[in-house]
């Protein structure tokens, strides 16, 4: 059951990426969802995220942050969060890693 809903979730982000799946599906845009958004209390998320050499995909459960850098990073076209309806433009700085 975990499995699949993490799958689903993987398979959302991914396909949110893609302009023309997104339009025909209706899919907003994300590079991350988690289980709770979708009304599940348990830690899992699945992640997407573009880079130079392609994509970065994570399906992860039960996440923790063991360290993390002093380099900051963002979005360049800014990020939202699927759980808000009304749109917040604005960069949303990160650890880099």
């Known amino acids: 059951e975990d499995e699949t809903l993490l799958q689903d979730m993987l398979t959302y982000v991914r396909d949110s990426q893609d302009a023309e799946i997104a339009e025909k599906e209706n899919l907003r845009p994300a590079v991350g969802i ?3 958004q979708l ?6 998320l ?3 995220v573009p880079n130079e050499e ?3 995909e ?3 459960v039960n996440p923790r942050i063991i360290s993390e850098s002093v380099q ?3 979005l360049k076209n800014g990020e939202g969060c699927l759980s808000v309806e009304n ?3 604005g960069i ?3 650890a880099a890693r």
Do not use: F, Q, S
């Not at 009304?39 to 899992?44: D, F, L, Y």
């Open 92 to 94: 949303v700085p990160r």
């Open 39 to 44: 009304g599940v209390p348990k830690r899992m």
């Open 72 to 74: 900051r990073a963002y």
């Open 34 to 36: 988690a289980a709770i």
């Open 58 to 60: 994570y399906a992860l």
């Open 46 to 48: 699945a992640v997407v």
């Open 54 to 56: 392609g994509v970065d």
């Open 87 to 89: 749109e917040h433009e």
